[in-house]
């Protein structure tokens, strides 16, 4: 048996993405007010109009109903609407509206209530790290950090089911998290929880993510502190309490900001197919780590994420002991640091153990580990961890985990995982 205590970026990466199922979705009546009053503020600026003479004015773009600053606003010289360019059959496509990081700005500062603002920064639509906000902002009460950021989803996918979905407790530590679908069919999550899932510093995170059904994807980020991190907790709460989020993340003029991302072009058709890296699915991680457990383990818990990763929680008349598993493919690039000093088996896997504190904030937890790498150019891993607690984000309820190194071992090398590649 090998004992170490190299880091595993594998792992940190996975516990940072993992997310459960999401609650029944219910009406959302704050919303319809929400979008009563952008539809009003919409109203009011078309019926402005641009003012000459070196006073800026406000219209409408008549593509979309997008918003946008007449080219000789000070505030808003740099966001334009490209000329239409000619398509190769001959149709001139759409101008193109640019959502500068000002506008971003802005449009957030007249969304938040009455405060002052500091360390302030932005991206526009146009920027290749797509558009997003930050602001330090004090309402009296104490500085808070406040972050916003644009994207598209494809509507339906795992990537828009996940940010709907409120996280395990068993996995992640939070408060609250609520998950609605609202009245025009977008869905709108509300968590609160913290920036560190061991804990180990007060810092609070509350996020609101809206996605909608035609797959724009807004998010709002705040803490109780000026900076996401390495920063000293300035207040008890961030300043937004849910409801406020809510109006926030759900007004109408973000939408228009995921509308002025360029899209990307598509590959011309002559171009090869790209190589996917495969991915397992969850549900049959879980059911395979099911069927490989001894008889004498009743299981009283299951949960995990769509693909990759999975646990249990069983019990064996001695106390609940959480057991997880993560199956990947594409790993064969870390092989060197991960598996070095391990043991190389005849088959070509590579496989180490490791045995030593958890990583959440349990006290006296434990976490026995064994990991495992096929060989090929795949690069399939299964790493599997026992613990001494049913919930590593709570102290140890047990001595030692109810599998052994060696019960570890057999799952992690059984053939039944060529199952689920």
């Known amino acids: 048996m090998l004992e170490t205590d190299r880091p595993d970026p594998f792992e940190d990466r996975l516990s940072a993405a993992l997310r459960d199922a999401g609650d029944e979705f219910q009406a ?17 600026l078309r019926r402005r109009t641009a003012v000459v003479g070196g006073v800026a004015g406000v219209a409408l773009a008549g593509v979309g109903g997008v918003l946008v600053l007449p080219a000789d606003d000070p505030a808003g010289r740099d966001r334009t609407s490209a000329a239409p360019a000619d398509t190769p059959n001959g149709t001139a496509t759409a101008a193109a509206t640019v959502v500068t990081g000002d506008d971003l700005l802005r449009e957030l500062k007249g969304l938040l209530p009455r405060g002052t603002y500091g360390e ?15 602001l330090v902002y004090d309402d009296g009460a104490g500085a808070a950090a406040i972050g916003m950021g644009f994207a598209r989803v494809e509507p339906g996918s795992a990537q828009a089911r996940q940010l709907a ?5 068993n996995v992640t530590p939070y408060d609250d998290c609520t998950s609605d679908r609202l009245p025009d069919g977008s869905t709108l999550r509300l968590y609160q929880g913290y920036e560190y899932p061991d804990l180990r510093v007060d810092t609070k995170l509350w996020t609101a ?6 797959g724009q994807h807004v998010s709002v980020s705040e803490w109780n ?45 002559s ?23 001894p008889d004498k383990l009743d299981v009283v818990a299951r949960g995990g994420q769509e693909s990759e990763y999975a646990y249990v929680v069983v019990d064996d008349g001695r106390g609940r002991s959480l057991v997880q598993i993560n199956v ?50 795949e690069g399939f891993r299964v790493v599997i961890s026992a613990f001494n607690t049913g919930d590593q984000n709570k102290d140890a309820t047990r001595d030692a985990p109810a599998l052994s190194m060696e019960q570890l071992r057999k799952i992690a090398l059984s053939g039944a995982w060529d199952g689920v590649r």
């Open 209 to 214: 993510d809206l996605v909608t059904a035609e």
């Open 28 to 44: 959302d009546r704050t919303a319809l007010v929400s979008a009563g009053r952008v539809r009003g503020r919409r109203a009011l």
């Open 165 to 169: 979905a409120c996280p395990d407790h």
């Open 120 to 134: 302030e920064w932005a991206r526009g639509s146009d920027h290749q790290l797509g558009p997003a906000a930050h």
């Open 328 to 377: 990947q493919y594409g790993m064969a690039d870390g092989a060197g640091q991960l598996y070095a000093g391990g043991e190389i088996l005849p088959d070509g896997t590579r496989l180490v153990t490791r045995q030593g504190p958890g990583e959440k904030a349990g006290s006296g937890v434990v976490m026995w580990t064994v990991d495992t790498l096929r060989p090929g150019p």
């Open 225 to 269: 502190s000026p900076a996401e991190k390495d920063a000293p907790v300035s207040r008890d709460t961030p300043p937004l309490p849910p409801e406020r989020l809510r109006t926030l993340v759900t007004a109408g003029v973000w939408r228009e900001v995921v509308d002025a991302i360029p899209k990307s072009p598509k590959p011309p058709r």
């Open 271 to 293: 171009a090869a197919p790209r190589t996917e890296r495969p991915e397992v699915s969850g549900k049959s991680v879980g059911d395979t780590l099911a069927a490989l457990l």
